[in-house]
């Protein structure tokens, strides 16, 4: 079966940094975009950045652009999602999830097959 594991999680302070990886043994990142959502309590599910299998385009939601940047590691299939000047607003749970589409990658949770248990982020002073 196929695992997608997320670490990295945990409690920042407002501005300070996190970085978020996933990782698995059961499949090849190379035929894969990865994608990032989260999820806050009493809301839905969020994409928040997307890099594509193919040529490493990515796309981010409006709400991170700027602090948020992702990236792959095919060798070791691992991806990261670093976070800078976090805010109280990206406290959520943090997934990845993977893709076989055509290109481009796009931030629609119904397109991903595979997600992770998810890591929690918390954003508070």
């Known amino acids: 079966q196929v695992q997608l594991v997320e670490s990295g999680g945990g409690s920042v302070q407002p501005g300070g940094s996190l970085r978020l990886s996933c990782t698995t043994s059961?499949?090849?990142?190379?035929?894969?975009?990865v994608a990032w959502f989260r999820q806050a309590p009493g809301k839905g599910r969020e994409g928040v950045a997307c890099?594509?299998?193919?040529?490493?385009?990515?796309v981010f939601a409006d709400s991170v652009k700027g602090r948020f940047t992702i990236s792959r590691f095919n060798n070791n299939n691992t991806a990261y999602l670093q976070m800078n000047a976090l805010k109280p607003d990206d406290t959520a749970i943090y997934y990845c999830?993977?893709?076989?589409?055509?290109?481009?990658?796009?931030?629609?949770?119904?397109?991903?097959?595979?997600w992770g248990q998810g890591t929690q982020v918390t954003v508070s002073s």
């Open positions: 999830a993977v893709d076989a589409r055509p290109p481009p990658c796009r931030l629609k949770a119904d397109e991903y097959y595979f």
């Open positions: 059961k499949l090849s990142f190379d035929y894969y975009h």
């Open positions: 890099i594509d299998r193919s040529d490493e385009t990515t």
